[in-house]
């Protein structure tokens, strides 16, 4: 009998098919290309971790002019760390500094001494705090108040130099100008010898007690050093720019805005005082040409309507005027300005306007909301025709405006 190997041949010798690895292999390749996308698609939407904040940044910012980004920064910092009392400093200080660099700003000044009232509830014992809070009241017009806490940190630390700058700034306001001198310089001396960081700051507090005493001249000698420390510092130009027209010098002046508005091209405050010192030396054009832009940058600030209102009369251009001032008493209406607050100018001239015009329904529109509104109010300024109404009104008809 023979054996039919063909068939009887062992079974696990037989070499597999080819076929059975590739979908195993094909699958482990889809898987693999899944988790790469994934991984990928989890880098791309999820945003790279923040570095920790630094206080050099804020004081980077400060330094560079930039008191939008400080006050961010400085803000993010106090948020992180509520007792972080050079975060505090700086913030108060951008805050102040800023309130005076361009028209619509001196909310940041009453933004400051909330900050530092309520860094002075969590840590009431810090002399840092109550310097901080004594520089945040005096900018807020609490002079008496600022001197007496600044008087309480320099007994017990008397190179304390924002406590230093606080009273003197305090003093001025109180009109004791030579003990406010006494502390300015006292403050640049600390300055000078421990810390340079502050030389701006100590600089710009001895102009102004120099131009409390009238000493202009002084005065920017001393604000140019302030400059030299920090160029970008706005309210340093506009305090420059003050001091010489205290002496006439308004090339100095003028110099002085326009740096603003190289550091800062839109800026509106820079722009209505270029506006101002135009109109003292009868340069009506560009007075115009300054008061308009004034008005197209801040269309709501009714002191911009104002300004350029009063220019067209001045110029003797009336119809332009009118409109103008109109704007400016409607602005002053809507934003609710308290009656005592005013700019009464804005009716009178536009009532001028009208009369000299012989516009009589627009003459009597605006002194009938002018009496609506003064009545009963504590107002300095006064509006009054004879009974029968304005003259021009009284001729065009006979029983009288």
Not at 57 to 63: C, H, R
Not at 135 to 151: I, Y
Not at 229 to 258: P, R, V
Not at 291 to 320: H, I
């Amino acid at each position: 009998m023979r054996v039919k190997r063909q068939i009887s041949r062992p079974l696990f010798r037989q070499r597999p098919r080819r076929a059975g690895c590739l979908p195993f292999v094909l699958l482990m390749g889809i898987m693999a290309g899944f988790a790469l996308a994934a991984r990928e698609f989890r880098s791309v939407t999820q945003p790279a971790p923040r570095p920790p904040l630094d206080l050099r940044q804020a004081e980077t910012a400060f330094n560079d002019g930039d008191l939008d980004a400080a006050i961010t920064l400085a803000t993010e910092l106090l948020d992180q760390s509520p007792d972080n009392i050079a975060a505090l400093t700086l913030l108060v200080r951008a805050l102040i500094y800023r309130s005076y660099s361009d028209y619509d700003r001196a909310i940041d000044r009453q933004v400051a001494l909330e900050i530092s009232t309520a860094a002075l509830s969590r840590l009431p014992g810090n002399l840092n705090a109550l310097a901080i809070h004594a520089f945040a009241l005096q900018a807020n017009e609490s002079a008496d108040e600022a001197g007496r806490m600044a008087l309480r940190v320099i007994e017990r630390d008397e190179n304390n130099l924002l406590a230093r700058l606080a009273l003197a700034l305090s003093y001025g306001k109180q009109g004791i100008f030579e003990a406010a001198l006494r502390e300015a310089r006292r403050a640049v001396e600390i300055a000078t010898v421990a810390s340079p960081q502050w030389l701006m700051d100590t600089q710009r507090v001895l102009a102004i007690t120099y131009s409390d005493l009238g000493r202009y001249t002084d005065a920017i000698t001393a604000v140019r050093a302030g400059i030299d420390a920090h160029k970008t510092m706005l309210a340093l130009h506009f305090e420059q720019a003050l001091y010489a027209l205290q002496i006439g010098n308004s090339d100095m002046a003028t110099s002085a805005y326009f740096r603003v508005i190289a550091y800062d091209e839109n800026n509106v405050k820079a722009r209505f005082r270029l506006c101002e010192l135009s109109s003292t030396m009868r340069e009506r054009d560009a007075a115009v040409k300054y008061c308009q832009e004034v008005t197209t940058l801040a269309p709501e600030w009714s002191d911009g309507w104002y300004q350029l209102g009063r220019e067209y009369f001045l110029q003797g251009n009336f119809k332009e005027a009118q409109h103008t001032l109109n704007r400016c008493s409607t602005l002053q209406v809507l934003q609710n300005i308290p009656v005592e607050k005013r700019r009464f100018e804005c009716w009178y001239l536009q009532g001028q306007s009208a009369e000299i015009l012989g516009d009589c329904p627009a003459l009597m529109t605006t002194y009938n909301e002018f009496l609506t509104m003064s009545a009963g109010k504590n107002i300095p300024q006064t509006w009054t025709y004879p009974p029968e109404g304005p003259p021009i009104c009284a001729k065009m008809t006979p029983t009288g405006g």
